[in-house]
């Protein structure tokens, strides 16, 4: 887990019933909508890492994303270090996002796809320092360009090359340091090493970890293994199908998960000790996740709960503090 206590730090981003729908078309021109994030609250410290997990199609990145909008949020609000960023009450009038571009950044999953195979490398990490005109000369650029890639464990003689040149961990280090090439204060990590051999996975996450820490950052860390997010957040949030259904500090989280759907992710992480694993009880879900253009009634992990109720059918459940800063949305807690 992120080393020190950081639940005094001031919050540094707070997002209120935020939703982001995407619209299709239906079969006879009827307007249909994938509700990717459906009513989600929660807020992240400064300096802190804040741990987002579930199931793939459960709305981790667009949520991701619909935080920094890159995908415009269709309701709610956002609250960036008590500014607010967005607003659904203003309609259009939302305010610009170009002075927030240099506080907050992201990450991208797939790093061979998220950088530009026709720009060199000092050119990708360089962009953001020309939009924002970070530079006064071309020295001070190259010179900047420079200590970013030695800084993410690259060489300064690599700015010269192009993204197909070097390898997967390689380029997501290149990735990294674009972020960074801003000095940003929030980074949302969108499945950073997903894509990487277990061997790189622990050289990315020892670096951003290094970088938090020398850098002052905030991060949100996107992943579908809740054992590495387990060690690198302070708290961690759980979404199954749009909505976030608990959230609490990440050791808590672990050892007293609140939510069914929590228990059982939990009971599916491997355990190294052959004689314990024996013993654990494995929970497994009926059923598939319903489709995000259709979802169910009610609280939408019910087709699929364990201890589902008709209550639970019919009524979404509200989102409260069970226990000291460890919230859910379940009608049997």
């Not at 589902?308 to 009608?331: N, S």
Request: proline letters at 7%.
């Amino acid at each position: 887990m992120a080393g020190g206590d950081k639940s005094n730090n001031p919050v540094l981003l707070q997002v209120e019933n935020l939703k982001k729908y995407f619209p299709i078309q239906g079969g006879k021109g009827n307007a249909k909508w994938v509700q990717a994030v459906e009513s989600v609250n929660c807020f992240i410290r400064k300096g802190e890492t804040f741990g987002l997990v579930g199931e793939s199609g459960c709305g981790k990145t667009t949520l991701g994303r619909t935080i920094l909008r890159l995908h415009e949020p269709t309701s709610g609000k956002i609250i960036y270090d008590g500014e607010v960023i967005y607003d659904g009450a203003n309609g259009k009038n939302q305010p610009k996002m170009l002075p927030y571009r240099r506080k907050m950044q992201i990450i991208f999953q797939d790093p061979s796809a998220s950088l530009d195979p026709r720009m060199t490398v000092g050119e990708i990490v360089g962009e953001a320092l020309d939009i924002h005109n970070m530079c006064k000369t071309k020295e001070e650029r190259t010179n900047r360009i420079n200590e970013l890639l030695e800084t993410v464990g690259l060489n300064a003689e690599q700015s010269n090359r192009y993204p197909h040149e070097f390898s997967g961990g390689q380029q997501q280090r290149i990735g990294i340091a674009r972020a960074l090439a801003v000095n940003p204060e929030f980074i949302v990590c969108d499945e950073p090493i997903s894509a990487l051999d277990v061997s790189i996975q622990s050289q990315i996450v020892n670096m951003l970890e290094d970088m938090q820490e020398e850098l002052g950052l905030t991060y949100l860390f996107i992943a579908h293994d809740i054992s590495v997010v387990r060690h690198i957040s302070d708290r961690i949030g759980v979404m199954y199908l749009g909505n976030m259904v608990e959230l609490g500090a990440s050791r808590e989280l672990y050892d007293n998960p609140l939510h069914p759907y929590t228990k059982t992710l939990l009971s599916a992480v491997p355990i190294p000790d052959p004689e314990v694993s024996k013993t654990r009880q494995r929970i497994v879900l009926e059923g598939d996740i319903p489709s995000p253009i259709n979802p169910p009634s009610g609280c939408r992990f019910h087709t699929r709960c364990p201890y589902a109720t008709e209550r639970c059918k019919q009524e979404v459940p509200e989102w409260r503090e069970i226990e000291p800063d460890h919230f859910a949305a379940c009608h049997i807690l």
